[in-house]
């Protein structure tokens, strides 16, 4: 149904344009109400739970880092939004009941990070890493857990992204024996 609608408007809004810049159009579109639908949704369940705190840091310091380096993606937007949903829960129920936030384990995972993306890795990237890494000593009781959070996430979904990648070469590998 939002699909259609999406349609509609860039049909409405292009309609002079020719099917190619439609479709640059429709994407940029269905990328942005995918983007506020998937947040927006994380957010809203986190006021609603009394933790917008933690909502608000937790989505603007993954989104940051998510943004600039490939990792785990769902098939269909709703799939998207649970499953960011479910992540930011979980790591609210940690962050809640937990706490728990080392410098030397998250140094670690960032050394991880760094060596699974290498060819991801650029100057602006090592840049907010030494922001957060300042944030999580400076701030360590509130947001170095989250910024601790955020890297564990970080490392799991692109692990999930690598499992998901390995899961579909040698499933490609044995058809293509067959």
């Known amino acids: 149904m939002v699909n259609r609608l999406l349609k509609k408007f ?12 439609k479709e640059v159009f429709l ?16 957010f809203l369940i986190c006021c609603l739970l009394h933790e917008a705190y933690f909502g608000f840091f ?11 380096l490939t990792s785990f993606h769902c098939k269909t937007r709703f799939t998207c939004s649970m499953c960011y949903l479910l992540l930011v829960l979980t790591n609210l129920i940690a962050y809640k009941y937990l706490g728990f936030a080392s410098l030397t384990i998250m140094l670690m995972m ?10 991801e890795v650029t100057k602006k990237l090592l840049f907010f890493y030494t922001v957060y890494i300042a944030i999580f000593i400076i701030f360590r009781a509130n947001l170095g857990v989250i910024i601790f959070q955020v890297f564990s996430s970080q490392l799991g979904l692109i692990l999930l992204k690598d499992f998901q990648l390995r899961g579909s070469s040698s499933t490609h590998e044995m058809i293509s024996e067959n």
Do not use: P
Not at 14 to 20: G, I, L, M, R
Not at 27 to 42: Q, R
Not at 110 to 119: F, G, M, P, Y
């Open 27 to 42: 994407y940029g579109l269905e990328a942005i109400v995918s983007s506020v639908e998937c947040l927006g949704l994380s």
């Open 110 to 119: 960032i050394a991880l990070i760094l060596c699974l993306r290498k060819e």
């Open 58 to 68: 937790y989505i603007l310091f993954l989104s940051v880092i998510k943004i600039r």
């Open 10 to 21: 860039t049909d409405y809004i292009c309609d002079s344009s020719d099917e190619e810049e």
